[in-house]
């Protein structure tokens, strides 16, 4: 029964976020419930347990469809390509208790708040939700569900400070608790039976107790008991490591559950409550001294330095400057754009120090509570992962339905057997149900399982730390990677290189570091004195690496300065003071105190400070990108050859600063100034120019990349020509290559924009025409751009207009973009999106600060940090080193190629034992019970072990392994090896039975003159034979025994010996198989034992095993039978299956062309000599859509990919 969703039964929740939601209305019947409850005792809990998995099926049968108003049982379903289901029960929250009389409703701050909105009246009741641990309530006017325990977004900046700042009442702080619910980020620890119940559930754990139940009802009582042993092993492993988790996640977040804090309340002063008492909108006052915060919070005055790392990984102290009272349409969050964060004190972060304003408190308005908090949502990402749809996976589930109805039709076979034999009803029950739990492997979901965190351990031996396993089999599909550029291909922290001082309209000399002379005092010596968000902690200066180099060259002192600075006109503040230092040299004042910060904002790209010298005048200082300072300052101050100095000193890949200044007026006081009437009419300084140098291994692991055909991306924050020379001196860019740079500009007054294609040509000397447009360059670009030998660069600003306004050229743009400058930390997440679309599988690389979003949506986010696992990625390198790339890559193939080779293996080992029972069956026989004992466990539990042992090849070789099971290489082996096996089978199974010593009744015609007593035995064994069949036991036969059992069970489990060593594949992706020493001296052992049992001739032994005696010759047949399987198996798995060439020939013949949208889009501009346009502009409404379906609007296939490769 599928969902039509009529009109009020179904709505969305979270419109437009990650975790967005269909949900429908269902009411409960009772006549439903009745004959649902009757099913359950009918089916003895089957269909209990159906409904448990399928939830949907649980609502669509006790429930009817009604509207979400008169709901009480709602069903949600997820909006991505999973549609997973989940069922939640409405729940009623009463309020009538806060209020005394009928007339004193609960009031809130605003009467157009979802808190008012959703109480009804009378019965003064809520009706909520509760999903993922984030609350939702019934919001009675516009009849959906809302989120609660958030500030709503529609507030302006000047709401915000109005209607918060003085804080909530009581009775409204009691109201929104209610409705809120507790600010606590609950974790609690799952108790152990839980753990246990949902394990043993699972539909795995359920067919084993079925196959379990079985196999007592047959008597196979040893292969019951280990299978019991190996299922309870495996349940206590699996409950063991999810109650570790559980503790560790518990104690990760109870420490921030209930502190201590202080509130302001409206009319009633301060006041101390614990932090689970807080509600959005209250007003938290923040005291000196180091404070974990409960809750997101905008801070609304004053300062604070924040340490982050819990979040971001990075533990440079941050600091946040209040919220600005002056919008009064926008919301907050829009006003201030990307910046909102530098407003917002996050959930889990430390407050290591407050600067109070002139008001003397620092306050901040509670934003969000409980899970909805940036740590909450944090820890709701662990406790609700979001699920991979690779292929492998899918695959595997194809792979299991392959192996039912193979099951189905040995059923269908095995019934007319028995039947037309006139076995008995129950016989045959048995005998059908025993084909499922042989055709379906049960040690496959444990055998790929130990093959992964195989993998993780030797990752973990490299350094590498992995949050997420079922990532590492997607690190072997990786075909790009993008990396941010400082800190992860240039070292973390930048020399100072030199300083061009500007006076008068004009460039002065360079001021090379080190130098024998110090910087003059001076304006630009009070820039690199004060421009910056210095702290002291713990008794060191920290803050950004830029700014720290900055300040050092100074020679002088921070001294943070609690104590509060007396400063004219300004009354008591906190204030950071800088002073001379004993190598400083002299300067004419006793120092500078800073007295507001706006701290550095990417989408601004500048910071300023307001500094004043001791017993001076106050004046501005701005550092940030320097085309955007010298927007900000006077013409008359820029130098006419700007421009030429810019691209001189960052096309040889320097880091260049701008610096500017301005003097404020006296009477002015600076917390009365905007940031725009600050930063405006400056007057310029000079350039800042710093190295940042290279990592050593970047360069090799490019290299590496680039010749296993991985693209390199560069992403980051720093100016377009600093990028690209990084990027040419990386190896990114080759020398041959050239580069275009693509700049899309809003056209003013009008809603359309522009993009142009220009070719970037490399700085030679300091008067220099970087657009050269001369006909020998033009010449020279067409020659590289129609060879495919080209390479876009682009900046933040022209990347978001062309997302908006060139939507059709991104794809054909991020086809050959390389260099991506000035990105936000948004465009960032945008673009490896935008990769993903066009089929890519994206690793993202960075130092998980501002990479944070780019890093948890690539396929594969690989976090340069020096903590063991870090909450931004699911992988986190402990060397700030690019060369855990490569690493990563070569182990995912390994671990990709391993769950293939397991794949085979399991289907070849159940196959061959699938196709010895059906035969035997023929006979009304099977085999033993220690003989499928052998097979299952001395076999095949102990190859799935010890066959991930194999490491990765230390080579990346220039192609991917599959992506998919259903692969025609991997099919046509697995098909070619079961005809390899069935043949073998059939043809002993056929052979034994003409030779001349062969007799159906008589098992000891073989080898009658071997002894006495064995002839004794033959009339006992006889009437074993005849008298009983598999059910019942006697003392010497338990009636397995013929020589069809005994040449198709030992056939059959050698096979599986060799199907093994032939699936072992080694190279390209692994080691040779001959490194994995536990598995080769396994396979020799077990080898050695299957001879032995061939070749021995004990009594008891052969009895156990259910075998009887053969003469030499025919054991000699058997060996050369193996012997001709093993060399045919073997070389049609190396000269056709491993046959790379062979595939691609094949692939040219039929004309088969890969369907991945980058490799589709290849195709077309390869045709299209018109591509790329150099030297033209194009409008937003005049450029045709020239590719077919519109290729930048598909939907996003994150986990997907429909490249077959061979």
């Known amino acids: 029964m599928g969902e039509n969703p009529a009109k009020n039964h179904y709505a969305q929740l979270n419109q437009g976020e990650e975790n967005e939601m269909e ?28 409904f448990y998995w399928k939830p949907e099926w649980d609502v669509w049968a006790n429930c009817t469809r009604c509207s979400l108003e008169e709901a009480d049982i709602v069903l949600l379903r997820t909006t991505d390509e999973f549609r997973i289901y989940s069922r939640k029960t409405v729940t009623w929250i009463s309020v009538s208790a806060l209020t005394k009389s009928k007339s004193d409703y609960p009031t809130t701050a605003e009467e157009d708040s979802v808190f008012s909105k959703a109480i009804m009246k009378p019965s003064l009741q809520v009706r909520s939700i509760q999903v993922q641990k984030i609350r939702y309530v019934w919001n009675i006017h516009a009849k959906e569900f809302q989120k609660v325990g958030a500030l709503e977004d529609h507030h302006t900046c000047s709401a915000i400070h109005a209607k918060f700042g003085s804080g909530l009442t009581c009775h409204e702080q009691n109201v929104r608790r209610v409705i809120c619910g507790p600010n606590t980020i609950d974790v609690p620890v799952i108790p152990i039976w839980k753990l246990l119940i949902k394990e043993v559930l699972n539909p795995f754990y359920v067919f084993q107790l079925f196959s379990v139940c079985l196999w007592f009802a047959e008597d196979y009582m040893e292969y019951a008991v280990a299978i019991i042993i190996m299922s309870l092993l495996s349940i206590f492993l699996t409950v063991y490591d999810l109650r570790q988790q559980s503790v560790k996640l518990h104690r990760l977040v109870e420490s921030h559950n209930n502190i201590m804090v202080t509130v302001c309340r409206n009319k009633e002063g301060f006041q101390e409550l614990e932090s689970h008492h807080l509600v959005p909108g209250d007003t938290l006052v923040l005291k000196e001294g180091k404070t974990l915060l409960p809750c997101d919070a905008i801070l609304i005055s004053g300062q604070c330095v924040v340490n982050e790392s819990m979040l971001t990984g990075e533990s440079i102290p941050v600091t946040k400057t209040p919220l600005p009272q002056a919008d009064k349409f926008k919301p ?11 407003h917002v004190l996050f959930c889990g972060t430390e407050v290591v120090q407050t600067k109070a304003d002139d008001r003397g408190v620092v306050k901040a308005v509670v934003l969000r509570t409980g899970f909805n908090t940036a740590k909450g949502d944090l820890v709701r990402s662990i406790l609700y992962p979001k699920p991979m749809n690779f292929k492998l996976y899918r695959d595997a589930l194809r792979f299991l339905m392959c192996l039912i109805a193979f099951a189905a039709i040995g059923m269908i076979y095995t019934v007319c057997v028995f039947a037309l034999n006139g076995e008995e009803t129950g016989e045959i029950v048995k005998k059908a149900l025993d084909i499922i739990t042989i055709a379906v492997p049960p040690a496959l979901p444990a055998a790929l399982t130990t093959g992964i965190i195989y993998t993780q351990q030797r990752l973990k031996k ?23 550029k400082t800190g992860t291909l240039t070292e973390d922290g930048l020399d100072l290189w030199g300083l061009l001082p500007s006076e008068r309209n004009c460039f002065q000399d360079i001021h090379s570091f080190p130098a024998d002379h110090s910087l003059p005092w001076g304006p630009v010596f009070r820039a ?16 950004d690496p830029l700014d720290v180099k900055m300040f050092e060259a100074t020679n002088w002192e921070l001294e943070d300065n609690s104590t509060g600075h007396q400063i004219e006109g300004q009354g008591s503040t906190h204030a950071t003071v800088v002073r001379p230092g004993p190598e400083a040299s002299s300067a004419a004042v006793e120092g500078v105190t ?10 601004l790209q500048r910071m300023s400070v307001i500094a004043q010298e001791i017993g001076g005048e106050q004046q501005v200082f701005t550092k940030g990108a320097p085309e955007i300072v010298a927007m900000l300052c006077r013409a008359e101050t820029v130098p006419s050859n700007f421009e030429n100095k810019l691209l001189f000193y960052t096309a040889q890949g320097f880091r260049v600063i701008g610096l500017a200044y301005k003097s404020l007026q006296a009477r002015k006081q600076s917390t009365d100034l905007t940031r725009e009437e600050i930063e405006s009419d400056l007057t310029f300084l000079g350039l800042l120019i710093m190295e940042n140098r290279l990592k050593r291994e970047t360069k090799s692991v490019l290299e590496e990349l680039s010749a296993a055909r991985i693209r390199s991306v560069m992403v980051t924050g720093d100016n377009i020509q600093t990028a690209v020379t990084v990027a040419k001196n990386a190896g990114m860019i080759s020398p041959r290559n050239r580069v275009i740079l693509v700049e899309a500009n809003k056209i003013p007054g009008s809603l359309s924009a522009s993009i142009t294609w220009k070719p970037l040509e490399e700085n030679k000397t300091e008067d220099y025409g970087s657009l050269e447009d001369d006909s020998q360059t033009e010449r020279r670009m067409r020659l590289a751009v129609g060879s495919g030998q080209y390479h876009f660069a682009m900046s933040g600003k022209s990347y978001q207009i062309v997302a908006e306004h060139f939507r059709h050229l991104l794809p054909k743009l991020l086809l050959n973009g390389t260099v991506f400058a000035r990105m936000s930390p948004g465009q960032k997440s945008s673009l490896v999106e935008e990769f993903q679309k066009l089929d890519y599988f994206v690793g993202m690389c960075g130092d998980g600060a501002n990479d944070c979003g780019a890093l948890k949506v690539a396929h594969a986010g690989i976090s340069l940090s020096e903590q063991e696992a870090s909450v931004a990625s699911p992988f986190t390198s402990r060397t700030p080193s690019i060369a855990c790339v490569p690493e990563l890559i070569r182990e995912g193939r390994a671990a990709l190629v391993t769950s293939f080779c397991m794949f085979k293996y399991m289907a070849l080992y159940s196959t061959i034992q699938y196709l010895g029972v059906l035969l035997l069956y023929w006979q009304l026989n099977s085999f033993g019970n220690y003989q499928f004992l052998f097979q299952d466990l001395a076999i095949t539990t102990v190859i799935g072990v010890t066959m991930s042992f194999t490491g990765a090849y230390p080579k990346l070789v220039p192609y991917r392994p599959p992506s998919q099971l259903i692969s025609p290489p991997l099919l046509l082996s697995v098909v070619l090896n079961i005809l390899f096996s069935l043949s073998m089978q059939i043809f002993g199974f056929v052979v034994v039975q003409k030779q001349p010593w062969y007799s159906k009744t008589d098992i000891h015609s073989a080898c009658l003159s071997v002894n006495k007593q064995m002839e004794n035995s033959s009339s006992i064994s006889r009437l ?19 020589y069809e059992n005994s040449t198709v069970w030992l056939l059959s489990t050698i096979n599986c010996l060799i199907v093994a060593l032939v699936f072992s594949k080694g190279k390209p992706f692994r080691q040779p198989i001959y490194t994995n020493y536990v598995f080769i001296l396994v396979l020799i052992g077990q080898l050695g034992i299957c001879l032995f049992l061939v070749f021995a001739d004990i009594d008891d032994l052969y009895s156990k095993m259910d075998l009887v005696c053969t003469p030499t010759t025919w054991r000699i047949s058997m060996v050369i039978m193996l012997a001709v399987t093993l060399a045919v198996s073997f070389v049609v798995e190396e000269a056709v299956i491993e046959n790379r060439s062979l595939w691609l020939c094949l692939k040219k013949t039929f004309r088969y062309h890969s369907k991945s949208h980058y490799k589709r889009l290849q195709r077309v501009l390869e045709q299209d000599s018109a591509w790329p346009p150099l030297n033209e502009t194009f409008f937003s409404d005049s450029v045709a859509i020239s590719v077919k379906g519109n290729m930048g609007g598909h939907s996003n296939p994150t986990f997907d990919s429909n490249e077959d490769t061979f």
């Open 462 to 484: 490299k350094g590498i730390f992995c949050i997420s396993p079922q990532r590492i089999n997607m690190c072997g599909q990786l075909n790009l990677i993008c990396f941010d």
């Open 23 to 50: 949900i429908f209305g269902y009411k409960t019947q009772g006549w439903q419930r009745v004959l649902c409850i009757a099913g359950y005792i009918l089916s003895c809990g089957a269909l209990l347990l159906l």
């Open 594 to 603: 800073i007295l507001h910060q706006f701290p550095f904002s990417s989408a």
């Open 528 to 543: 690199l004195a004060v421009c910056h968000s210095l702290i002291v902690w713990e008794g060191k200066i920290q803050g």
């Open 332 to 342: 907050w969050r829009m006003h201030c754009a990307e910046d909102y964060k530098k």
């Open 1024 to 1042: 074993a034979l005849h008298g009983m069949r598999d059910g019942a036991h006697g003392q010497t036969d338990n009636g397995y025994k013929s």
